[in-house]
């Protein structure tokens, strides 16, 4: 078995014990530095990212193949990738870039397995007199019409 596969195989056997875990991301750089980054329906803890640390290192043979490991979970700064992120992020606020290159910003109220909804809130023109009007909509958006997705952090 070649070693990704072999890395790629031991991490999804342990995350299969942590129903709560789930695999963002897996790299393996030219000089054997592996980096696994996983997330949690709720959170990721150090122990998590320890555990999946020994699952994998302790089933690999450093004299087969020399590497080096790291496992974390996702930083703020790091797209969402996968509908569990969605879900595990409803009631936050959205940052989103759409393939067309427009920008969307809202609160994320809903997201199953093909798309999310965002509740918009802006001020327009009013259609009728002078002036404006604060608006709110909802907006579904289907995962293949989003390139980059970020959570807005607030302080």
Avoid at 32 to 50: E, K, N
Avoid at 53 to 80: I, K, T, Y
Wanted: aromatic share 6%.
């Amino acid at each position: 078995m070649e070693f990704r596969e072999k890395v790629k195989q031991l991490t999804e056997d342990y995350l299969q014990t942590r129903e709560d875990l789930f695999l963002i991301d897996l790299k393996i750089s030219a000089d054997s530095t592996v980096t696994i980054i996983i997330d949690g329906d709720h959170s990721v803890s150090l122990q998590d990212c320890l555990d999946v640390s020994r699952a994998v290192e302790f089933q690999l043979d450093r004299d087969e193949h020399d590497f080096s490991l790291s496992v974390m979970s996702p930083g703020l700064s790091e797209p969402l990738r996968m509908p569990r992120q969605y879900h595990k992020n409803i009631g936050r606020e959205l940052d989103i870039l759409l393939n067309d290159d427009s920008k969307v910003q809202g609160e994320l109220t809903a997201a199953d397995d093909e798309k999310i909804t965002l509740e918009l809130r802006y001020r327009r023109p009013k259609l009728i007199g002078k002036g404006k009007e604060d608006v709110v909509e909802q907006r579904e958006i289907p995962y293949a019409e989003i390139k980059k997705a970020l959570v807005v952090v607030k302080f």
